[in-house]
């Protein structure tokens, strides 16, 4: 195929970007889980985009963050090594707010690797419209007036098709590396269960913070009595403390229907078929923090 171009993009920011946000947004569907809450993305994501004009492999990076445990260095360290072997780095910025220190410790890390990156000035419609042009010069004269910049709006759809150009200009002539339907390269039981953690986030806000991981125990196609199949799954929430399980319960197990409901919407779309969910909530003291569970619960450094 003439002039049709393949590569790697990776997506690269502090939490609560919208990173995830806008991977969903250009690939027109929901791969990756979004919440309010920082540090929402664990895993280094792949989602594949195909056009006309080429294929753009889009790898979604956990948030860029000082760390507190050994779940958070795991997720830095991930973060970080995304950068290599790839074509080109989106470097994600929150443009609701001025340049700070976590972004200049973003483009020093860049700019020390020597990695080509271009600037996504994200979330643009909540930048009020006369002090636009001012935020603007502030990005420009942070990362110099000939670094290249895009502005979008990842909730909003505003921009994207023009980013979506400019990254495929950045990338090599190659062919296709996915299969034109494959639109994320995670296994189903990966994103199945990060929309459980998705809604646990959403639903308990700030009480039950990032302490949570969840992990499906099963999941099986089974048949009703009139013959219709459906998928059932088993999936455990895991928590730290005692008060946390009893905040995900919630009074006589309202909290627990309310997320598996909204979990198990998502779940269908997913896999576009009708699902029967049933979630437990366990304690496992200090998971975040101790290397066996760590791996037990899908949380391993990249090498």
């Known amino acids: 195929m003439t002039n049709y171009r393949s590569g790697f993009v990776t997506l690269l920011g502090r939490p609560n970007v ?15 889980i979004t919440s309010p809450i920082a540090q929402t993305t664990r895993n280094k994501l792949k989602g594949i985009l195909t056009t006309n004009n080429g294929q753009i492999i889009f790898v979604d990076t956990p948030g860029v963050h000082k760390p507190h445990h050994r779940l958070g260095e795991i997720l830095v360290k991930n973060a970080k090594s995304a950068i290599f072997g790839v074509d080109l780095v989106v470097f994600v910025i929150d443009s609701s707010e001025k340049p700070g220190r976590g972004d200049e410790y973003i483009m020093n890390f860049l700019v020390a690797n020597q990695t080509d990156f271009i600037v996504v000035l994200n979330k643009w419609d909540l930048v009020n419209k006369e002090f636009r042009n001012l935020r603007l010069e502030q990005y420009k004269k942070f990362f110099g007036v000939n670094r290249n910049f895009q502005i979008v709006s990842a909730s909003e759809g505003e921009g994207c098709s023009d980013l979506i150009e400019m990254l495929l200009s950045f990338l090599p002539e190659g062919p296709k590396l996915y299969a034109e339907d494959t639109i994320c390269d995670q296994p189903l039981d990966n994103l199945l269960s990060d929309l459980v953690r998705e809604q646990v986030l959403i639903n308990t806000r700030e009480e039950v913070p990032h302490s949570i991981a969840v992990k499906i125990d099963k999941r099986e196609e089974m048949k009703r009595k009139n013959g219709k199949s459906f998928t059932g799954i088993l999936a455990t929430i895991i928590v730290e403390r005692n008060s946390q399980k009893g905040i995900l319960i919630g009074k006589k197990g309202s909290m627990l229907k309310t997320i598996g409901q909204s979990a198990r919407l998502h779940m269908s779309k997913l896999i576009d078929g009708p699902i ?22 899908g949380y391993e450094e990249d090498f």
């Open 18 to 32: 919208g990173k995830s946000t806008l991977i969903n947004q250009l690939i027109g569907k929901k791969i990756t």
């Open 276 to 297: 029967h969910l049933e979630l437990f909530v366990k304690v496992v003291p200090n998971w975040r923090k101790k290397e066996s569970r760590l791996i037990e619960f």
